[in-house]
């Protein structure tokens, strides 16, 4: 369902040329939970973005569900990314004028679907967040804010789920429920990949690809 | 959420961001609604002041006797009557209420008169004004005061004039001028008594000053009718106008060097604290991107935050200026008549349209930079 061909990514850089992606060729099956392991700048986050639409391949094809991304207008794979993917970052990235339930709502939005706040309520429950739906994201901890971003993954009833280093910045409880709720996702069917640079997540995991210098190693 | 809504919100968030993006259009609406306001009222207040003085303006034929005219008051030599059609219709001019007349000094029932023909007062097309002075029927007569204390006339008396029949249609109040001995008729029956047909002797006309370029009011006078009218010279009641038009005119240079430096300082501020605020909002740009947000959203949102700053400013500056117009305009203008300032609602109409869209075109190009790239690579920029 998920594959990259050849994909090959290179930032320029003052310092020249840094090659992030080598020639990666992988594909992940719908329904798969794939944990991404690989240590700090094997290109992980790279890869990821790549299959989010959110980030053009400097070589090579990434295609999801048929549909070969970076051939796509740029609004079209806007609209892609607001059906289909379902994105967690390591530093949250939650919209820091709205509360919690505005931010939850906020990528429906995008997808052209308004109200339902009342399903994002049920939502933050489920997540352990009822008590906080009206407070900003620089009041929440950590884990609050991560439970926050999978709630607004999860809430746009996403294909895949991509997460990268989701318990990157939290204690061990909260990384367990964090991984606890994307598992919850995967049993629903859902298509996860997991980017992790730590052994914690691999007991979800139905495989697990490993990565260094851009390159990966199965 | 509407967009509003998130703007409002984001503005909230940002409340400096917005007071200094609000202060900078404050700023150069405030001084361009201050200083049109107050030239505004200057002009209204110099044009009444040049009516209430009356005909400014003596417009006489090229070989007219300077001297005998300075001293009788009346032009000796006459001019085709068609001069009054070229000078109406001449584009570009700064003048108004043109009136011809045909005087001559004559001597009637034993008495010395001026007979005056007067011509309805004309208007430059598309620039009609309520007429300054009356207009004669033919057959009626207008008797100064001095010649109807000395003939004993009153109004209805049937009187002629060389032969020509007339009734004594009004008997005129004292004026202690020259027109007390004047007898005034329709021009084309004066033109007949005096044997000068399609002739006149002078135009009069009201110059309100309001298209003065720089330098001497007179001087660009006499250059705009000698285009028009070669064959003939020109006068200026020199008043207290001319200096008020210097004064005016002054100011209007002075602002002609401040106001854009104020609307280009201003611009750049409001754009610099543009590319601030889209430089605040990478990560949110990234993350509307990354949620799915086309680009054309995300710009609503940079272009709703503008003009909600536009308006704000728009309407904030025009209070401000209107009042520092009321305060400081009558002695920067030299306005005597406080009253004659008021707000200029069409300035208010065109700050509000045009407020905005300065401040939604320098925010609009900083954010639209930012969501030519890929969300990643914009969510990369801490
Ligand atoms: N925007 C960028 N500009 C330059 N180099 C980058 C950029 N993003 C990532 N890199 C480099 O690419 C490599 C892979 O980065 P990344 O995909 O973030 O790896 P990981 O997520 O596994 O830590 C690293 O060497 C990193 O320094
Ligand atoms: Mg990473």
Known sequence: MVVLEGVSKSYPTAQGKVEALHEVTLSMEKGEFVVLCGPSGSGKTTLLMTVAAMLHPTTGSVTVGQRNLYQMSSRARAKFRAERIGFIFQMFHLVPYLNVVENVVLGAQAAGRSGGSVQARQLLERLGLDGRAHHRPSQLSAGEKQRTAIARALFNRPKIILADEPTGNLDGDNATSVLGHLSDFHRNGGTVVLATHGERAEQYADRVVYMSEGEVRS | MTVLNLVVKELWHRKVNFLLAVLAVVTAVAMFIAFFTAGKASERETARLMLDMGYNLRIIAKDTDINQFLLTGLANETMPEEYLEKLASAKGISYNHLLATLQKRITW????VVLTGLAPEVCPPGRAKPPMIYSI???????????????????????????????VAKCLAESGGVDDVRLQCNL?????ILGLPGQINEINAVDCLCFVEGGDPVSILRKQIGLILPEAQVYQAKAMATTRAKQRQMVRNLFAVIMPSVVIACGLWIGILAIMNVRDRQQEIGIMRALGYGSSRVAVLFLGKAVVIGLFGAILGFLIGTGLAFRFGPDIFKITAQTIIKPELALFVRSVVFAPVFAAISSFIPAMIA?????AVTLREE
Do not use: C, N, W
């Not at chain 2, 029932?109 to 010395?112: E, K, L, N, S, W």
């Not at chain 2, 100064?144 to 000395?150: H, L």
């Not at chain 2, 969501?371 to 969300?375: A, E, S």
């Open chain 2, 109 to 112: 029932r034993g008495v010395d």
């Open chain 2, 137 to 167: 029927k033919p057959g009626e007569l207008y008797v100064g005061y001095g010649v109807a204390q000395a003939l004993g006339l009153k109004e209805g008396d049937a009187v002629d004039i060389e032969g020509k029949a007339f009734t």
């Open chain 2, 188 to 192: 084309r029956e004066a033109q007949e």
């Open chain 2, 371 to 375: 969501v030519t790239y890929d969300p």
